[in-house]
């Protein structure tokens, strides 16, 4: 058995310690937000908090996990369901295409602002450069990060 | 940018409930677009499929309106990235003159309903009376009668110009003409004096006014109009707005499900490895450690693959990792990238002038270029690519007491039913296939082998079965865009005209235009193709042969540009002299890029021009050739799809096109060695991030509203050759072969 | 696009219906145990204890194989391939592009090295590009160490 605390919640899972985040959250808690990519850290679908902080749940055991809180993106809204204001900027610039990699990505960028609340360009792309989108919305994810950090969209007065 | 999204998101699967209404169903009711012309009324058939309470009434196949005056588009094509539920409503809720925050969306069940509807009529019952305006021209026979066929098959760019021109935006009509003829004669005056709008039916000089709900049973009832009139573009109210997509909430929450998230109670995991290279079989294997291993049902040799079943994937995944396996000998053991080339330029040489098989020819292309002032003569290459969609293939079977029920995300539902009836040798009736939204289409998931495979791990094991492929099986067992090679002799006239071209090229798929250029005015020309086995499975990959023929014309005219002294844009104008429609979108694209204009030392702008799936797409790349490798800065994009439905959207397709397609020519390669695919994960098939995305800036041009070109694949061609143009304009350098990356820069 | 395959399929379909003989079944199917059902003892490896260990190794490197290879002149993956890691200097498996961290690190791989190494790579090399794969249990370690150097003699 692993104790776990996912979201605020606990619970004890009877799985192989090894047994990567991932999987715990997908199969054993039914929280299948969190996406399986590539298995080896280099796609970020799978981000998700440990402590706050963003881990690749596809490359961290669960037993890694004890005694700390994982928040998945089922945990980053408010308890009376408003979206956190990342996902707020994700819809108003309709960021998401097909959104497989979408979890990954707003997990990434919410541990970014709450470490470095107004990133430059560069730092937003040192952040988010572990996360691919195939659909290739960069450029939306840039302008709602910005718009959550209530930075200007450099884009617009370039345009 | 976008307005808030009030709509509702798309509500997914719920005709699998099954909720059987009462008195709404109306026997003889009137439908339109094809549904009538079918043997039999199906709408009692499609009622408990599609309706979800009993207040709910289905007008016609494609849109229901319930109690709440909700209305409800019905989309036959999957949701994969593109937006098309939201575009395909818009085109609905507008000619009904619906509300669009009371517009909800539902894909249409794999039912043949949908798929022998609306086009697949002009195929199964050619005679039938419709508008012309629905009657755009599609080339290409074998291309059209696909989609004709697969109308539920979601791929070609098709959904909005063919299903939303002709079928969604009909059925809104014609369902808001038999709103008008029941409230007409319920209040006993002439339709005429009847208006509608936001959902409500007016009759002003009454001061009656009523939601569409009041009448859709009696709506039920009335006549099919024949012909439905079609607003034109001023009196759009939905169509060409960036309305919010709907799929979208879902998507940042974490609730959206996609085919790898399927929950059948009691299902159980399994991993799988194919045969490494096309053909082996599995001869042996030894599973003594994996048998061992916690959480291990199930070892199966399948013959072409291995499966583990296991109550967790991860576990199945460890095991599969321990087997060993011996797989037979093939043909192809032996091959390797660099002899496949060989092979491709053999074949080539042997055609040689006159072999090989004609596509196009007008003209004598021979006499023209031994009598050009100016000759020249150019091969490109370009590899394999993977599609690596984000979400690695999957499925979830479930074959059990004569019936199956599959669960996965493909472009086609109405393929992979089939493709699960065959698999567990049931009739397509007895399976129930569950579509979910895709993470990534691409093409891809236009396959079945994906629903095959868990379809016959489910039949051997008895109980419900994921089955989902690690990122190395996704990338080694794809179905390629085709390595290729293509030859070129161009020639010029004394003033710089072109006024030879012959191509001849390995392969073709499809679109069968690609490889053609029948906007350039060259009076004389001959395309031909030789077919050359390419030892790796195809499969169609975002926008298919234009991919790399998009690549190969674009980089040979820019040679010719330069060849005959004239700058790319000014030599594309000269060929484009004639087409003003072309012309259009090239010169704006030059304009906003600022054609011409300086720009620092070391960079350098790029052009290229593509028309494709009846969008027509010109871009300039600015390139930054300072480093060690090409930094592509800027994209200025100029493109005419005939009308925008919804302008955010297709800017986001073309931003998207543009990131799949830089991918390609920056990185992608899949290359052959033993006969197996080298390539594995996105550590050695490297994906465009963040860092790297150049900005996008789109000008939309609406040329000819009655003829729409698709939105998801156009953006792709031109990319590859505007950045090596750039590229050549930066450095002299000329890009023959690509990836990029198998180039030195420093 | 490449659906004339199934094309001449669905125009059948539409009109009566489509067939086919069914896929073919497994040719070998070991079934270990029924769902639900508890989970058999792990079945003792047969031999000396040595072997065991080495097993126990091999599905252990199972975590491991997304990233490493371990048969000689298998390819290098998102790891170098780890045959005969035993008594070389690190980051010298030829074509693999290595951290500056480890090729400045002076480690030669012994068993105690290549296991503090396992138990935590970043924190032993700082700046690894080995970020994933940590293996926590002692045991386990040992046993896929014993399976890397089972890997050499065969």
């Given at each position: 058995m692993v104790k776990l605390s996912v979201n605020g919640q606990s619970s004890e899972v009877d799985v192989?310690?090894?047994?990567?985040i991932l999987w715990v959250v997908r199969?054993?808690?039914?929280?299948?937000g969190t996406k399986f990519g590539?298995?080896?850290?280099?796609?970020?679908?799978?981000t998700v908090h440990l402590d706050g902080k963003p881990v690749r749940s596809c490359s961290t055991?669960?037993?890694?996990?004890?005694g700390k809180n994982i928040t998945t993106i089922?945990?980053?809204?408010?308890?009376?369901?408003?979206?956190h204001k990342v996902q707020q900027a994700w819809i108003a610039a309709q960021?998401?295409?097909?959104?497989?990699?979408q979890s990954g990505q707003i997990m990434t960028a919410v541990a970014l602002l709450q470490k470095n609340p107004q990133p430059s360009d560069a730092q937003i792309d040192a952040a988010m450069a572990g996360n691919i989108c195939r659909c290739g919305m960069y450029n939306r994810i840039r302008q709602a990060i910005k718009a959550a950090a209530g930075l200007p969209d450099v884009r617009e007065t370039l345009a | 940018m976008s307005e808030t999204a009030t709509a509702s998101p798309a509500k997914k699967?719920?005709?699998?409930?099954?909720?059987f209404i009462g008195a709404g169903v109306v026997a003889g009711s009137a439908l339109v677009v094809g549904v009538a012309v079918r043997?039999?009324?199906p709408i009692d058939r499609l009622n408990p499929l599609l309706?979800?309470?009993?207040?709910?009434?289905?007008?016609?196949?494609w849109v229901k309106v319930d109690a709440d005056n909700i209305v409800t588009a019905v989309i036959p094509h999957v949701e994969m990235g593109q937006g098309v539920y939201t575009a395909l409503a818009q085109m609905l809720a507008d000619e009904m003159d619906a509300d669009w925050n009371k517009v909800r969306i539902l894909e249409a069940p794999a039912d043949m309903q949908y798929v022998s509807d609306s086009i697949g009529r002009d195929f199964l019952f050619p005679n039938l009376d419709v508008p012309?305006?629905?009657?755009p021209t599609v080339a290409g026979g074998i291309l059209e009668l696909a989609q004709a066929m697969g109308l539920q098959f979601t791929g070609g760019s098709y959904s909005v110009r063919a299903t939303g021109q002709r079928a969604m935006r009909t059925a809104g009509a014609a369902a808001r003409e038999m709103l008008v003829a029941a409230a007409a004669s319920e209040w006993q005056v002439?339709?005429?004096e009847i208006s509608t709008a936001d959902s409500m039916i007016v009759h002003a000089s009454s001061g009656r006014s009523e939601p569409f709900a009041k009448f859709a049973l009696a709506a039920a009832e009335q006549r099919l109009p024949a012909k439905p009139t079609l607003k034109s573009p001023e009196n759009?109210?939905?169509?060409?707005q960036p309305k919010a997509r709907h799929d979208i909430p879902e998507k940042v929450d974490g609730s959206a499900v996609f085919g790898i998230d399927a929950d059948v109670p009691g299902m159980k995991y399994a991993a799988v490895k194919a045969a490494?290279?096309?053909?082996?079989?599995?001869?042996?294997?030894?599973a003594s450690t994996a048998k061992t291993m916690?959480?291990?049902?199930q070892i199966l040799n399948m013959g072409d693959f291995v499966a583990v079943v296991a109550d967790g994937y991860w576990q199945a995944q460890q095991a599969l990792n321990t087997i060993d396996t011996r797989y037979s000998k093939t043909?192809?053991?032996?091959?390797d990238q660099d002899a496949l080339f060989a092979r491709y330029a053999a074949y080539l040489d042997e055609a040689?002038?006159?072999?090989?098989?004609?596509e196009t020819e007008s003209g004598d292309p021979a006499k023209s270029f031994a009598e050009a002032v100016t000759r020249v003569e150019a091969e490109y290459k370009v590899p394999f690519l993977a599609?690596?969609?984000?979400?690695p293939m999957n499925c979830t079977a479930w074959v059990r007491d004569g019936k199956c029920d599959v669960w996965s995300s493909h472009q086609a539902p109405v393929n992979a039913r089939q493709a699960a009836a065959d698999a567990a040798g049931l009739?397509?009736?007895?399976v129930t296939y569950h579509n979910a939204y895709l993470g990534?289409?691409?093409?891809?998931?236009?396959?079945?082998d994906n629903i095959i495979m868990a379809t016959r791990i489910a039949k051997a094991t008895g109980y419900p079965v994921k089955m989902i492929w690690s990122r190395e099986e996704d990338t080694t067992q794809d179905h390629y865009r085709p390595s290729a090679t293509s030859r070129f002799r161009g020639g010029l006239d004394q003033q710089g005209q072109a006024v030879s071209w012959s191509n001849i090229h390995t392969h073709l798929f499809d679109p069968?235009?690609?490889?053609?250029?029948?906007?350039?005015?060259?009076?004389n020309h001959r395309i031909r193709k030789v077919d050359v086995p390419t030892q790796l499975r195809f499969g169609p990959w975002r926008s298919v042969d234009h991919s790399q023929h998009g690549f190969f014309i674009e980089s040979f005219v820019d040679e010719m540009a330069h060849a005959a002294g004239k700058d790319g844009y000014a030599f594309r104008r000269e060929l484009l002299a004639g087409s003003p429609r072309h012309l259009k979108v090239l010169d704006t694209a030059a304009k906003i890029s600022g054609w011409g204009t300086p720009l620092p030392e070391k960079h350098g702008r790029g052009i290229a021009f593509v028309p494709s799936f009846g969008s027509i797409v010109a871009q300039v790349a600015e390139v930054d050739m300072s480093g060690s490798r090409p930094k592509v800065k800027k994209v200025y994009v100029a493109a005419d799809?005939?009308?925008?439905?919804n302008p955010d959207g297709f800017i986001a397709q073309m931003e998207s096109a543009i990131a799949y397609g830089l991918t390609a020519a920056l990185y992608g390669e899949i290359s052959i060695k033993d006969g197996r695919v080298q390539q594995s994960n996105f550590h050695d098939y490297p994906m465009l991030r963040i860092n790297e995305m150049p900005e996008v800036e789109v000008a939309l041009i609406?040329?000819?509203?009655q003829r729409l070109g698709g939105g998801g694949?156009?953006?792709?061609?031109?990319i590859a050759p505007a950045v090596t143009n750039a590229i050549f304009a930066a450095t002299g350098t000329r890009i023959r072969e690509l990836p990029l990356s198998k180039h030195s820069f420093a | 696009m490449a659906l004339a395959r199934n094309i001449a399929c669905l125009v059948i379909l539409a009109l009566t219906a489509c067939s086919s003989d069914p896929a073919p079944g497994p040719t070998e199917q070991i079934i270990v145990r029924e769902p639900g059902a508890a989970p058999v003892q792990p079945v003792a490896v047969i031999g000396d204890p040595a072997s065991a260990l080495v097993a126990e190794g091999k599905a252990v490197f199972a975590n491991c194989s997304a990233c490493h290879a371990?048969?000689?002149d298998a390819p290098n993956g998102a790891g170098p391939n780890l045959?005969?890691?035993?008594g070389k200097p690190a980051a010298?498996?030829?074509g693999f592009s290595y951290s500056d961290a480890l090729q400045a690190s002076g480690i030669i791989w012994t068993t105690a090295e290549l296991d503090g190494y396992i138990a935590n790579p970043t924190a032993k090399?700082?700046?690894?590009?080995?970020?994933?794969?940590?293996?926590?249990d002692a045991a386990k370690r040992a046993a896929v160490i014993a399976y890397l150097e089972s890997s050499m003699a065969n």
């Open positions: 192989d310690p090894a047994t990567p199969e054993n808690l039914k929280l299948a590539c298995g080896i850290a280099q796609c970020g679908a799978c055991p669960v037993s890694a996990a004890e089922e945990g980053i809204a408010a308890e009376d369901g408003t979206l960021v998401p295409q097909c959104g497989y990699c | 699967g719920k005709w699998t409930r099954r909720a043997p039999g009324n309706a979800s309470g009993e207040n709910e009434q289905l007008l016609n196949a012309a305006i629905f009657e002439p339709a005429s759009y109210k939905i169509m060409g490494p290279v096309v053909g082996a079989m599995v001869e042996s294997i030894d916690p959480g291990v049902l043909d192809g053991d032996e091959l040689g002038d006159e072999g090989g098989d004609m599609h690596a969609t984000m979400e009739a397509f009736e007895d990534g289409g691409f093409g891809r998931r236009s396959e079945s069968k235009d690609a490889p053609t250029l029948p906007y350039y005015n060259i009076p799809p005939g009308f925008v439905i609406n040329g000819d509203h694949e156009p953006g792709l061609p031109p | 371990v048969e000689q045959f005969g890691i035993f010298e498996v030829s090399v700082p700046g690894t590009t080995m970020v994933s794969g940590a293996i926590e």
